[in-house]
T-cell receptor, first 111, second 109 residues
Framework: EAQVTQNPRYLITVTGKKLTVTCSQN?????MSWYRQDPGLGLRQIYY???????DKGDVPEGYKVSRKEKRNFPLILESPSPNQTSLYFC??????????FGPGTRLTVT | GQQLNQSPQSMFIQEGEDVSMNCTSS?????WLWYKQDPGEGPVLLIA?????ELTSNGRLTAQFGITRKDSFLNISASIPSDVGIYFC?????????FGAGTRLTVKP
């Protein structure tokens, strides 16, 4: 079954404690991306990756890091989370940017 | 960064009515996309538009790519209760994806 999985689905953490949200896909997609969704703002792209070892900043990359060491995984790293990074995060994958399949989302709360 | 202006923000309609929502931008996009998001889930792609002026249908959904490449609309005909959700437009240019804030649709049986 074609899947985009994110872990964890829910996370409550404290300011400054490094965390990683994983994203994995089994569809052999080259394109992967991360978004955050906030009320009234829709989805905003954080980072995207066209292929292994190729990553680019999206609209709101500050405070986030990503890596793409293998095709199926695209983790999102928050080195020092802050309360303004409390949000709903979505990973998406696709053969290209115009056909993205979204994961189930990770709800992050930073206190 | 430039986000898209999507309207209306919300709509309350009776089952069977037609719905129209649109998206505008000050920037040109090469591709326009429409997504639907159900509660607790990620957005699902409904329609993708690749050429200015293109009109595309997917069942009861019809979307158009504006000729200026700065706008798009989505129509839903004969709405049903399962159409409830949040609809997002998205514009894509050079792998840079921008989303509208969404239109929340409520359908009363």
């Amino acid at each position: 079954e074609a899947q985009v999985t994110q872990n964890p689905r829910y996370l409550i953490t404290v300011t400054g404690k490094k965390l990683t949200v994983t994203c994995s896909q089994n569809m052999n997609h080259e394109y992967m991306s991360w978004y955050r969704q906030d009320p009234g703002l829709g989805l905003r792209q954080i980072y995207y990756s066209m292929n292994v070892e190729v990553t680019d900043k999206g609209d709101v990359p500050e405070g986030y890091k990503v890596s793409r060491k293998e095709k199926r995984n695209f983790p999102l790293i928050l080195e020092s989370p802050s309360p303004n990074q409390t949000s709903l995060y979505f990973c998406a994958t696709g053969l290209a940017a115009y056909e993205q399949y979204f994961g189930p989302g990770t709800r992050l709360t930073v206190t | 960064g430039q986000q898209l202006n999507q309207s209306p923000q919300s709509m309350f309609i009776q089952e069977g009515e037609d719905v129209s929502m649109n998206c505008t931008s000050s920037s040109i996009f090469n591709t326009w996309l429409w997504y639907k998001q159900d509660p607790g889930e990620g957005p699902v792609l409904l329609i993708a538009l690749y050429k200015a002026g293109e009109l595309t249908s997917n069942g009861r959904l019809t979307a158009q790519f504006g000729i200026t490449r700065k706008d798009s609309f989505l129509n839903i005909s004969a709405s049903i209760p399962s159409d409830v959700g949040i609809y997002f437009c998205a514009g894509l240019s050079n792998n840079d994806m921008r989303f509208g804030a969404g239109t929340r649709l409520t359908v009363k049986p």
